[in-house]
């Protein structure tokens, strides 16, 4: 006797076969043949062999119903197909059901690839029956977020970017895309003086950065958010401007230098201190050339000279003279009435290692103290003269020493809290060299 499925119209045609599909789902397929193969597949008679899409496997049909047999019906199992053929001279319907429920299993395990710099991509598709509501915490793009995990290791956060939904009368499959929040992208662009701009593309949320950020802005990527950060950095990847004691780029060049020149005040005397000579003489002129020096270019929120500023790298202070080496004489006879002389020396550009002095000049065996500049004769008196050369040294010398050049300040950028960088540049010498006849300069 043959038996039935679902009305007395269609009887088996053989045993059903049955597959088992992941995550405790099942699909079975029926093949029947009809009582009428003539008229059933008429129009007017469809609804005697072809059941409901998403009818369940153990429900009667309207026409001639037929219950199921005792442990026969799969739980949920759900028509999604249905057709019909002809197998030699009989009329064949087969219906395949499948297992589903009133909420969402997943079709498969998770598709995983990696892309994006690294980042994970997670696709997965989930099936329930038809109408199934799609949950709240699965369809905000963007918000929604599952932490993913691959056999042992820490899980992995990943941002709801789509998701679809394919409906049909038997079932609602719902496909959702998340991806792993993180770096996209990193650029960098090298510009002057040992600054480079880094640029850098997160996914979701934004990561750490390093230096101070010049911009930022907000954009998509297959759905998620993607924040666009542009920082500044030295050539080392450390942030630029944090404390503007370090500077950013170093290079050697040739600056210009002036050796100031040298003059020298000796006194002379003569005849047992009746007769004094004080003679001045330039013994170098002043000198212009190139000196060796290291430009350091700092980067700093401070906008004003600092004193540290004229001693870095062991400097001994800024080689700016404002003061250059002088001299004033004063001679007076001791006298009633007794003539004086006064004279003030000034060399610009130049500088002396004498040292002011005094003298007093007698008169004996009736001949006049004698007081003479440069040699001549310019004071003379018979009871004796005082003089005194008082000198003002100008400027120290520089040889041996290394001299800042010069300090700048100039507005760099802003960063995005209106927060103003300046690059600062100083020039260091090397330690001056002493000066030399022969030709080529110092070195």
């Given at each position: 006797?043959?038996?039935?499925?679902?009305?007395?119209?269609?009887?088996?045609?053989?045993?059903?076969?049955?597959?088992?599909?992941?995550?405790?789902?099942?699909?079975?397929?029926?093949?029947?043949?009809?009582?009428?193969?003539?008229?059933?597949?008429?129009?007017?008679?469809?609804?005697?062999?072809?059941?409901?899409?998403?009818?369940?496997?153990?429900?009667?049909?309207?026409?001639?119903?037929?219950?199921?047999?005792?442990?026969?019906?799969?739980?949920?199992?759900?028509?999604?197909?249905?057709?019909?053929?002809?197998?030699?001279?009989?009329?064949?319907?087969?219906?395949?059901?499948?297992?589903?429920?009133?909420?969402?299993?997943?079709?498969?395990?998770?598709?995983?690839?990696?892309?994006?710099?690294?980042?994970?991509?997670?696709?997965?598709?989930?099936?329930?029956?038809?109408?199934?509501?799609?949950?709240?915490?699965?369809?905000?793009?963007?918000?929604?977020?599952?932490?993913?995990?691959?056999?042992?290791?820490?899980?992995?956060?990943?941002?709801?970017?789509?998701?679809?939904?394919?409906?049909?009368?038997?079932?609602?499959?719902?496909?959702?895309?998340?991806?792993?929040?993180?770096?996209?992208?990193?650029?960098?662009?090298?510009?002057?003086?040992?600054?480079?701009?880094?640029?850098?593309?997160?996914?979701?949320?934004?990561?750490?950065?390093?230096?101070?950020?010049?911009?930022?802005?907000?954009?998509?990527?297959?759905?998620?958010?993607?924040?666009?950060?542009?920082?500044?950095?030295?050539?080392?990847?450390?942030?630029?401007?944090?404390?503007?004691?370090?500077?950013?780029?170093?290079?050697?060049?040739?600056?210009?230098?002036?050796?100031?020149?040298?003059?020298?005040?000796?006194?002379?005397?003569?005849?047992?201190?009746?007769?004094?000579?004080?003679?001045?003489?330039?013994?170098k002129p002043p000198v212009q050339?190139?000196?060796?020096?290291?430009?350091?270019?700092?980067f700093t929120t401070n906008s004003?000279?600092?004193?540290?500023?004229?001693?870095?790298?062991?400097?001994?202070?800024?080689?700016?003279?404002?003061?250059?080496?002088?001299?004033?004489?004063?001679?007076?006879?001791?006298?009633?009435?007794?003539?004086?002389?006064?004279?003030?020396?000034?060399?610009?550009?130049?500088?002396?290692?004498?040292?002011?002095?005094?003298?007093?000049?007698?008169?004996?065996?009736?001949?006049?103290?004698?007081?003479?500049?440069?040699?001549?004769?310019?004071?003379?008196?018979?009871?004796?003269i005082e003089y005194t050369a008082?000198?003002?040294?100008?400027?120290?010398?520089?040889?041996?020493?290394?001299?800042?050049?010069?300090?700048?300040?100039?507005?760099?950028?802003?960063?995005?809290?209106?927060?103003?960088?300046?690059?600062?540049?100083?020039?260091?010498?090397?330690?001056?060299?002493?000066?030399?006849?022969?030709?080529?300069?110092?070195?």
């Amino acid at each position: 006797m043959a038996i039935s499925h679902r009305t007395n119209r269609l009887k088996l045609v053989g045993t059903p076969a049955v597959e088992q599909l992941q995550n405790g789902r099942y699909q079975l397929t029926v093949n029947c043949t009809t009582m009428n193969s003539r008229e059933d597949w008429y129009s007017s008679n469809k609804a005697r062999i072809f059941p409901d899409f998403g009818s369940l496997e153990s429900a009667e049909m309207s026409i001639d119903g037929l219950a199921p047999r005792t442990g026969e019906a799969y739980t949920d199992m759900r028509l999604v197909s249905v057709e019909s053929s002809t197998q030699r001279d009989q009329y064949i319907v087969t219906l395949v059901y499948q297992t589903l429920g009133a909420s969402f299993v997943q079709v498969k395990d998770d598709t995983i690839d990696l892309e994006l710099n690294g980042l994970r991509r997670v696709t997965r598709t989930s099936i329930a029956k038809a109408g199934t509501d799609i949950p709240d915490d699965d369809k905000d793009v963007g918000v929604d977020y599952i932490d993913h995990q691959i056999d042992s290791e820490t899980a992995v956060r990943c941002f709801l970017s789509s998701y679809k939904v394919d409906d049909n009368d038997s079932y609602r499959e719902f496909e959702r895309t998340y991806i792993q929040a993180g770096t996209l992208s990193v650029s960098t662009k090298n510009l002057a003086e040992g600054v480079k701009q880094v640029t850098t593309v997160f996914l979701v949320t934004e990561g750490t950065t390093v230096g101070p950020v010049t911009a930022r802005s907000t954009n998509n990527f297959e759905g998620l958010k993607t924040i666009t950060v542009t920082t500044m950095q030295d050539k080392d990847g450390n942030p630029l401007g944090t404390n503007g004691s370090t500077p950013v780029h170093s290079f050697d060049a040739f600056s210009n230098f002036s050796y100031p020149g040298i003059f020298t005040v000796t006194k002379e005397t003569f005849a047992n201190d009746r007769i004094a000579n004080i003679p001045i003489e330039l013994i170098k002129p002043p000198v212009q050339c190139k000196v060796q020096s290291t430009v350091n270019v700092f980067f700093t929120t401070n906008s004003t000279i600092q004193a540290s500023d004229y001693t870095y790298d062991s400097a001994s202070g800024l080689w700016s003279p404002n003061d250059w080496g002088s001299v004033v004489i004063d001679a007076e006879g001791s006298s009633t009435n007794a003539a004086q002389f006064n004279t003030s020396k000034a060399f610009r550009g130049y500088r002396t290692s004498s040292a002011s002095f005094t003298g007093l000049l007698d008169a004996t065996f009736g001949l006049s103290a004698v007081f003479r500049f440069q040699g001549n004769s310019k004071l003379t008196d018979i009871n004796g003269i005082e003089y005194t050369a008082t000198v003002n040294p100008g400027p120290s010398s520089p040889i041996g020493s290394k001299w800042v050049l010069d300090v700048k300040i100039t507005a760099a950028f802003d960063d995005i809290n209106g927060t103003t960088y300046y690059k600062k540049t100083i020039i260091v010498t090397d330690a001056i060299p002493a000066q030399v006849s022969s030709v080529g300069g110092p070195y």
